[in-house]
């Protein structure tokens, strides 16, 4: 069984800067890529950035440039540095990771923590 584990969300002013945490952790063999999804209320979920084992990023237009993405592959865990928020960057942020298990075998599987709420506010 694999879990995701986000921390670092809640309420910062236009301008203001938050830090996101998301650990994996279970029976991984490794993972492939761990990356940050959010969600408005309304709208549908998209990506905000994501990062390979290899440390290749892609990000959304919206955030480059405010943003950085980064992973601690011995700890299995990922960042999402967030600056110059803006009342726009509002959503539950949710962290995704597409990983090996090993479960009797190994298999490829995609999860998704429980999400953290992110609200830029004055």
């Known amino acids: 069984q694999v879990q995701l584990v986000e921390s670092g969300g809640g309420l910062v002013q236009p301008g203001g800067s938050l830090r996101l945490s998301c650990t994996a952790s279970?029976?991984?063999?490794?993972?492939?890529?761990m990356g940050w999804y959010r969600q408005a209320p309304g709208k549908q979920r998209e990506l905000v950035a994501t990062?390979?084992?290899?440390?290749?990023?892609q990000s959304a237009d919206s955030v480059k440039g405010r943003f950085t993405i980064s992973r601690d592959n011995a700890k299995n865990m990922v960042y999402l540095q967030m600056n110059s928020l803006k009342p726009e960057d509002t959503a539950v942020y949710y962290c995704?990771?597409?990983?090996?298990?090993?479960?009797?075998?190994?298999?490829?599987?995609?999860?998704w923590g429980q999400g953290t709420q992110v609200t830029v506010s004055s």
């Open positions: 990062v390979t084992r290899d440390g290749t990023t």
């Open positions: 995704n990771a597409q990983l090996v298990a090993v479960r009797y075998t190994r298999y490829e599987a995609n999860y």
């Open positions: 279970g029976s991984i063999y490794s993972i492939i890529a």
